[in-house]
């Protein structure tokens, strides 16, 4: 079956810290891979994707994300975390698979940068 | 532009009541998404659509029904209302694939409903 994992339900880091919110997957064929952020009482908003490529992809707000087909991975990362940050953090995967249009989220992550 | 709408922000309903989710996008979208979000669980699929007059089921369709007439209107419909659909509903839109590949989905602010 295809899958996202996020294995962590929280990752706490101190402001100014780099932060790795860690996504692995597991899906046929080459995926589509995205990150999202949720504050509370919103909706998801996109942050970056991978595509093909650059392994490392940049995005909003100073994320990054790398992707590592070895390790079916595709964590997030920011060199220097801002309380700001703090929010759940979705991995989403779209197969690459002909007529499919899903996509597959894992199960949030919430990240809470201290000050 | 504002994007994804959906009404209404709250709702209680009691068993058995019915009601519609509305949901609508001004982004010409062709690709729009039905979700529900439980503590813990992430986000699973209820239903989507390709375009107007095209939907399929996603991960969790029982309970609901959609209808897309339009590429703007993507309404959920709840016949008969249950405490396991208490949850947060979002509604997402999407081009599909464009001249950069695959594209990002679009969310609206949620709907809120409670079961009782």
């Known amino acids: 079956a295809q899958s996202v994992a996020q294995p962590e339900d929280q990752v706490n880091v101190a402001e100014g810290n780099p932060l790795t919110v860690k996504c692995t997957y597991s899906?046929?064929?080459?995926?589509?891979l995205f990150w999202y952020v949720q504050y509370p009482n919103r909706g998801l908003q996109f942050l970056l994707k991978y595509i093909t490529g650059d392994n490392l992809v940049k995005g909003s707000y100073g994320f990054e994300a790398e992707f590592n087909k070895s390790q079916t991975s595709f964590h997030l990362k920011k060199p220097s975390a801002l309380v700001s940050d703090s929010a759940l953090y979705f991995c989403a995967v779209r197969p690459f698979t002909s007529g499919t249009y899903k996509y597959i989220f894992g199960t949030g992550t919430r990240l809470k940068v201290l000050a | 532009n504002a994007g994804v709408t959906q009404t209404p922000k709250f709702r209680i309903l009691k068993i058995g009541q019915s009601m519609t989710l509305q949901c609508a996008q001004d982004?010409?979208?062709?690709?729009m998404y039905w979700y529900r979000q439980d503590p813990g669980m992430g986000l699973k699929l209820i239903y989507y659509s390709v375009g107007a007059g095209i939907t399929d089921k996603g991960e969790v369709p029982n309970g609901y029904n959609v209808s897309r007439s339009t590429t703007e209107d993507f309404p959920l419909r709840l016949e008969l209302a249950a405490p396991s659909q208490t949850s947060v509903y979002f509604c997402?839109?999407?081009?599909?694939?464009?001249?950069?590949?695959?594209?990002?989905?679009?969310f609206g602010p949620g709907t809120r409903l409670t079961v009782l």
């Open positions: 899906v046929s064929g080459n995926p589509y």
């Open positions: 997402a839109s999407s081009y599909g694939t464009s001249g950069s590949g695959v594209d990002e989905q679009f």
């Open positions: 982004m010409n979208h062709n690709y």
